[in-house]
């Protein structure tokens, strides 16, 4: 049996909300220059996985599924976002940065790097893997 993927904080999960609006106000709220990856980002996870909720929480944005949890994470620092999928250690290629449990994530400093052909992949496979509970 596959364990569900746990946050390493340890901490209760985000609440979940159907309303996007929670992570256009987090996004306004991120360095001008970061917005545009964190923009693209957004995009493609919501172009990809269907059914999406959405939540804000420890100033990370939160994509899940009522099915397999919360699925992706993304953090935005003052130079670089990083895209955490919790189930990534699953996938057929896993995100090269995380070692420990079953997250692995990508660090994004241009918008080119948001457009990575890889980065669509984990997407998609985020979208048919079990996360954070």
Known sequence: MQKDAKASSGRKPPEPSVDHEVLDTWRR???PDL????TQVDEAIRATVPGL???VKWKKAHYGLPDLGWIIEVAAYDVSANVVFFGGADFDT???LGSTG???YV???SLEDAQRPDLQKWI???GRTLGWR
Request: charged share 25%; proline share 18%.
């Open 29 to 31: 709220r991120q360095m």
């Open 35 to 38: 917005q545009p990856i964190l």
């Open 53 to 55: 909720s959405y939540a």
């Open 94 to 96: 896993p995100p090269p």
């Open 102 to 104: 079953r997250t692995r």
């Open 107 to 109: 660090k994004l400093t």
């Open 124 to 126: 998609e496979q985020a």
